[in-house]
């Protein structure tokens, strides 16, 4: 018989490549749409790389908007497998506020029926950021 539990993951979030395409060029006026492929790597409970695919929404002053799925490859809290978070930021001159929730049913693995949502803020410039998922799972 199976307990379902639920628990916090802490990791440690830094991006090691940001490729973004704007929509009209790197001149682009503002405001305007561009897209980004992110690579990210977690240390702490949770032990993976993954990439993230962005659309981005650029106000007129720089700040915006973005929507993204990451799908993440590691370990989490000892359990191997893949699992996809849906992304929902707001980014200003300082840097990035997002919240994510893990995708049902994209979890893999040691990781099949993954649930949960967490939060993370990116100042920029920064090489690490604190990163929290709080998580479902069912525990034998």
């Given amino acids: 018989m199976s307990i379902t539990t639920t628990r916090t993951a802490h990791a440690t979030m830094g991006f090691s490549d940001w490729q973004e395409d704007p929509a009209w060029g790197d001149d682009a006026p503002l405001p305007r749409l561009a897209q980004a492929t992110v690579t990210f790597s977690y240390q702490g409970d949770l032990q993976a790389t993954s990439t993230c695919k962005y659309t981005l929404s650029y106000g007129p002053e720089g700040q915006g908007n973005a929507l993204g799925f990451e799908t993440v490859d590691g370990t989490l809290d ?18 990035v506020d997002y919240t994510f929730t893990v995708v049902p049913g ?7 029926g993954l649930l949960g949502e967490g939060n993370c803020t990116a100042e920029h410039g920064a090489e690490a950021s604190a990163w929290a998922l709080t998580y479902q799972r069912d525990e034998d």
């Avoid at 000892?78 to 840097?95: E, S």
């Avoid at 994209?106 to 099949?112: D, K, R």
């Fill in 78 to 95: 000892g359990r191997a497998g893949t699992f996809v978070l849906r992304h929902d930021a707001a980014f200003t001159a300082t840097g």
């Fill in 106 to 112: 994209s979890g893999t693995g040691e990781l099949t």
